[in-house]
Structure formats: structure tokens, C-alpha cells
């Protein structure tokens, strides 16, 4: 028994990343993020419309909330479009109600399927293309010509129905191929959220010039925390507001500012029993507004370029 | 076919060989520097994992097809992000990490470990790559991994490698050997007990396990137990309570692994601090590092242990 010699060679040990898509730096050592005088916390709340076909053919990997039982799977199929028939509504009445500014990554066919909601979201908010839909995962065994096409399908449908340029993407599950980036930057995107491994935009390097980063956080997820993780959704508040409180003090306290980075899923947090809990950590941020910088991706980009 | 499946059954230990039975009511006292009851000590994981390395035949390092951009982005948060906070947060205690290194860190990423060296931190090996497993290497080529870790260590930091915590905890049968002969005095691999224990080595050398912890894992407790970040906190207090009541009688130890790409969050932090507030609120502790708590039990209890464990033996025959 052995292993091929190649296990021990390090072919990419070397300062920095083992690969070409950003610089090392470490997150304390760039300089303070120019906010608006007296803000040290930006607040960016992105809301994910996705649409689950019935026939998934998950070639790669399932989404998570991909149906999961013998065909046809009526009961996750209806679970998540209950998002896009109602939480939706309910988020937006929440968003409203403390008078704060959204983005929403929509999936193409959202915007084929759902007109309505389409037009709705863009007078609401900064749309961004969340890919096709959550069964078109991106991945190295996609063949080139169909990623293209889920891409520029997805670009062109959002901005038909939505009448806004759509500059920024989200994958479906943050999922990417070896070369996602270079079709994106093709496509005329400008910024992207797939990347969680930062808590501030940084640039990203594809063969057509760059890209922004923009770490939407996953762990701070209400899918990841109530879907994977299975807290309450008490704790889920909870854990919001302790992480808002925590990087306040964290900006006040070393004078460098910070982005929260919130993401939301209508099929999740927008059922009736889970929906209080986002207008209580709304609530709670709404009272530390005069620390906040409620942005949207837009313009963080446009600030990590300028950085 | 039958054949061959018994001899693959019979090729493997039904036992690792590694300690004899030695029970929590019959062992030598042990006694902390300045009588303190609990030996603490928190050991930072700081590793790299590759995009996009070669697949090992018996695991696979991504669950996604590369590249795995959530899992890769969710362990580069840690040094891009968590390692500074985390470090923030030791110093308010005074505590002194021992830090579980994947040494391709000290090329890729010197300057996390130049923080570490500062604060006059431990370094022990964690291999070179945590996406680098033990499994499927001959023994020429695991002693390969192991003195090359060890040497990359004395070669940047000029600390000799006391402690060995194999690369995302895969072994061999052979893993804790090499590293003894190697020049290693204690393994961070089992979980069998809550002092330091002998264990056994094929070349006769002294050699301890440092009781290293999985319950209080926060990667075990987040991400395999899914915890709440305020019910970790509450553990880590729970757990301290209990060995500093038991360390009247003889002392005991009590380690916090930690990784800052899961403890880091902005959202975990709070309940770390809470418990570390309470357990260096106390006075019978003895803030330690992985090397020193080997050391000092091998100096005094390792012998007599080590004969407390023949002679029980020798009367259960």
C-alpha cells in the first residue's frame, strides 16, 4: 500500500493563495472601509427568489431545499414556491415597516414564471441574477455551452422583466465552475456574492478583467441556521442580533468599519411563525440606526473599486 | 473471496495497542504548578485547505465537485477574518494559544503565524495540508509528511515540535509511532481520557497523550453537532465546573480546540467570551500549553503511571 508520489509534492505552496483569484490579505490589516461620517456598520439585506423545478436533474450537486423524494415531490416543490406566493410579501411588508433597502437575487425563471413579482422586487429594490434556478447548480461538469447559456438566459430575462441593468449575480448555492468567473465578467457582470471566506468587497481576478466579491455571509443564513443547523427560530434572532451587536462594537471599538450581511429566503423566514423573529432583529437594527449604513451591492462595489 | 476476507478482518487490530486500562480511582495525584486543579489550555487550529488538491482514494476532501467555492471560501474566512479576532479575544485572558498547524501556513500565510510568534504561542503539527490525508501513505512516506512538518516548524518559528494532531484527525497504525521516533513527547489523537495518559511506543519511548477534546470542538460542535453559539458557551462552562471540582483530588485538563473560521463569526464570539470569562475567573487554574502540560507529567507521573498500569494488569491475570 502506498500513494502516488504526487500527495507529497506541493505544487502550489507558496506565499499567498494556492490559486490566481485574489490577493492574501487579512481583513484588520486593509485600511477602514470610508462609510458615511459616524457609520461603522453597513447593513446589506439581500433577499434569494429561487424557483425548484419539480424534475430536478441534479447532474453535480443538489441545492439545499432541492426536492428530495421520489417524483413527483409536491410537498418541497409547494414548500418553497409558498415562498414566492407569500413570505415574499411578508419580508417586503417587514422591510417597509422599519423603512430599510433590500437587494433581490431572483432566479431567471422566476422572472418567466412571475412577471409580476419581478416588476414588484424592481420598484422595490436593486435586482441581481441568481442564476437559472436552484437545480442549474454551477460546477465543473457542466458542459461550457449550457453554463453560457443558464447565464445569459438568466441576465436576460431579469433585466426584460425587471427594466434595470443587472450587474450583479449570485449563484444557485453559491456554486461555481473553474471558469464561472470569466463567463460572468463576459456576460457584463460586475460584481458577484459566491465567495463567504471575507467580511468586506475585495477584487477577484478573471481572465476578462476583474470581478468584486461581495461575502454574503452563509453562516449568518436563516436557511443555514434554521434549514442545516435546525435552531428555533428564537435562536435565529438571537444570533442575528448578537452578531449586529458584535460587529458594532467591533467597528466603534477599533474605528474600522464593518458589513453585515444578511440573506434571506422567503420559503424560510417568510412562514408565519418564523416572520417575527426577522421583524424583531429589524427592529433592533432600526434602533441603531443612526450607526447604520443601509446599502445595497451596487454601491459596495462601486466602493471596493474605488478602494 | 471468503479467504481473502478473513485475512483483511484479521489484518486489522481489534485494539490500537496504544494504553493499557487505567481506571479514574487508581492512578497517581497529580498536582499542578501552583496547586491548581484544572489545567487549561486552548489550541487554535490554523490551517490551509487546498482548491483544488489531489483526490485521496478513501476521502474525498470537497462534497461538492471542485471547485467546492462555499467549503474552500468558508475555511479562508478563518485566516482572511477570524485568526486576528480570535487572537483579540486569548489576550483579554492572557491566554497563550497552542496552536494546531497546518504548516504549508508558514509559506503561504507567515504573517498569521508572525502574530503567533509575537505572543510567544506553541506550535505543534497538524501535517502540511488539513486536505492531505494519512490514509493510503506506506510508512516510508507518512515518516516523509511527519519530519517534514516538524522540520518546517524548526525551521521558521525555531521551536522544536512537541505535540502531533494528524491532518483532519486521519491516521495510520503506525501514525503515533512515527511521530515518537520522530523526537514528538505527545499525541492530540485520542479521547480516551481527561488527564494525560502514557501511551505506548513500539520503540519504548516516553511518550504521553494530552487530552485534546472533541465535545468541546467548536468544528465538532457547530458543524457536525450543530449547536447554539450561547449553549457552546454554556458547555465549555459545564465541563469546566466539573473537572475544577474533580482537580481537588488530582489535577485534570481541560482543552478548548478552536478554529477560527467557525468561532470567529460575529455571531459566536459573545458566548466565547462568556465562558472564558468564567473559567479564568477562577483562581486554581493553571493557564498552560500543550508542550508544558506533556512535559510536567511526564517529568513526575508517567513512570508511576506507567507501573500502576503493569500491576493492575499483572493482578487481573
Redesign the interface.
Known amino acids: 500500500m502506498s500513494l502516488d508520489d504526487k500527495f507529497l509534492r506541493y505544487d502550489k505552496l507558496r506565499r499567498g493563495m494556492d490559486h490566481e483569484r485574489y490577493a492574501w490579505t487579512m481583513l484588520e490589516q486593509r485600511s477602514a472601509p470610508n462609510w458615511p461620517v459616524g457609520k461603522s456598520l453597513a447593513l446589506w439585506i439581500n433577499v434569494s427568489v429561487e424557483h425548484f423545478p419539480l424534475n430536478p436533474d441534479s447532474a453535480g450537486f443538489k441545492a439545499p431545499g432541492n426536492m428530495t423524494m421520489p417524483y413527483p415531490d409536491l410537498r418541497h416543490y409547494t414548500l418553497r414556491d409558498y415562498g414566492n406566493r407569500v413570505g415574499i410579501f411578508r419580508i417586503l411588508e417587514a422591510l417597509e415597516r422599519h423603512d430599510l433597502e433590500a437587494s433581490f437575487a431572483i432566479n431567471g425563471e422566476i422572472a418567466q414564471r412571475y412577471p409580476y413579482l419581478v416588476r414588484r422586487l424592481a420598484e422595490r429594490g436593486e435586482i441581481i441574477a441568481h442564476g437559472w434556478n436552484m437545480d442549474c447548480t454551477h460546477h465543473s461538469g457542466v458542459d461550457p455551452a449550457t453554463e453560457q447559456h443558464w447565464i445569459d438566459a438568466t441576465l436576460d430575462a431579469l433585466a426584460h422583466y425587471s427594466n434595470q441593468p443587472v450587474r450583479g449575480w449570485l449563484g444557485p448555492a453559491r456554486s461555481q465552475s473553474f471558469r464561472t468567473p470569466e463567463l460572468l465578467a463576459q456576460a457584463g457582470i460586475r460584481w458577484m456574492a459566491d465567495w463567504v471566506n471575507d467580511e468586506l468587497p475585495y477584487s477577484f481576478n478573471t481572465e476578462h478583467g476583474p470581478l468584486v466579491n461581495l461575502p454574503l455571509s452563509l453562516e449568518l443564513e436563516d436557511r443555514f441556521i434554521i434549514g442545516d443547523n435546525l435552531h428555533s427560530e428564537t435562536e435565529y434572532g438571537d444570533q442575528i442580533i448578537d452578531a449586529a451587536d458584535f460587529l458594532l462594537d467591533e467597528a466603534q471599538s477599533t474605528g474600522h468599519g464593518r458589513l453585515l450581511a444578511l440573506n434571506l429566503h422567503p420559503w424560510v423566514i417568510g412562514q408565519p411563525h418564523r416572520i417575527g423573529q426577522l421583524e424583531r432583529i429589524f427592529a433592533h437594527l432600526a434602533a441603531r440606526r443612526q450607526d447604520l449604513h443601509n446599502t445595497l451591492p451596487s454601491e459596495l462595489a462601486m466602493w471596493a473599486k474605488v478602494e | 473471496m471468503e479467504q481473502e476476507r478473513i485475512e483483511t478482518v484479521t489484518e486489522r487490530k481489534a485494539d490500537p495497542g496504544l494504553y493499557d486500562y487505567l481506571p479514574w480511582d487508581q492512578r497517581p495525584v497529580i498536582r499542578w504548578p501552583n496547586n491548581a486543579r484544572v489545567a487549561i489550555w486552548v489550541a487554535p487550529n490554523i490551517e ?1 485547505y ?3 488538491p ?1 483526490l ?2 478513501s476521502r474525498k476532501p470537497w ?5 467546492d ?2 467549503g ?6 478563518g ?3 477570524g ?3 480570535m487572537m483579540r479575544l486569548l489576550d483579554q485572558f492572557g491566554l497563550r494559544g497552542s496552536v494546531s498547524l497546518s504548516t ?1 501556513m508558514l ?6 503565524i508572525d502574530l503567533v510568534l509575537e505572543r510567544n504561542w506553541e506550535l505543534f503539527s497538524h501535517g ?2 488539513n486536505t ?1 490525508y494519512t490514509y ?3 510508512e ?2 507518512e515518516r ?2 511527519i519530519v517534514d512538518a516538524m522540520q518546517r516548524i524548526r525551521d521558521y518559528a525555531g521551536q522544536h515540535c512537541d505535540g502531533y494532531l494528524a491532518p483532519a484527525l486521519s491516521h495510520s497504525e503506525h501514525t503515533i509511532d512515527l511521530f515518537a521516533e520522530a523526537g514528538g513527547t505527545y499525541t492530540c489523537d485520542l479521547f480516551h481520557d481527561d488527564q494525560p495518559t502514557p501511551v505506548k511506543t513500539r520503540s519504548g519511548k516516553r511518550f504521553v497523550s494530552v487530552p485534546y477534546s472533541l465535545e468541546l470542538n467548536d468544528t465538532i460542535v457547530y458543524v457536525v453537532n ?1 449547536i ?3 449553549r457552546y458557551g454554556d458547555m465549555i462552562i459545564r465541563a469546566f465546573d466539573r473537572l475544577y471540582a474533580e482537580g481537588e483530588r488530582s489535577g485534570t485538563v481541560m482543552c478548548i480546540p478552536l478554529h477560527a473560521y467557525q468561532v470567529g ?3 459566536r ?3 466565547l467570551q462568556r465562558a472564558l470569562d468564567h473559567v479564568c475567573g477562577h483562581d486554581q487554574v493553571w493557564l498552560a500549553t500543550g508542550r508544558e502540560i506533556a512535559h510536567h507529567y511526564l517529568e513526575h507521573y508517567h513512570d508511576e503511571a506507567v507501573a500502576m498500569m503493569a500491576r493492575i494488569a499483572q493482578e487481573e491475570a
Open positions: 490551509f487546498e482548491l483544488d489531489p485521496n482514494p462534497p461538492r465537485p471542485h471547485p467555492v462555499l474552500y471560501a468558508t475555511r479562508d474566512y485566516n482572511r477574518v485568526h486576528m479576532r504549508a509559506t503561504h500565510h507567515p504573517e498569521i502540511i495540508y492531505r493510503g501513505l506506506n516510508d512516506q516523509e509528511m450543530r447554539e453559539p450561547r463569526h460575529p455571531h464570539l459573545a458566548a
